[in-house]
């Protein structure tokens, strides 16, 4: 575990900023969610793309990424 002086960071009044990390277990526990049909992923997928469309798909994520 990372340790931080947290004097220096109110000193020199810098902002921390960090993520949730998951273990391991909870990516199973989310995979066995969606398998039991608890959990529906459809309300993620925005486009769906025919693999022979892997033009028209790079295009698209260029756009999005660009966006972000």
Request: proline share 1%.
């Amino acid at each position: 575990m990372a340790t931080v002086d947290l004097a220096t960071l109110n000193d020199k009044e810098l902002d921390l900023n960090t993520t949730m990390m998951y273990r391991h277990e909870d990516y199973l526990e989310a995979i066995e969610l969606v398998e039991a049909g608890k959990v529906s992923l459809t309300p993620l997928m925005s486009r769906h793309f025919a693999s022979r469309t892997g033009k028209r798909l790079m295009s698209t994520l260029t756009i999005i990424v660009k966006l972000l």
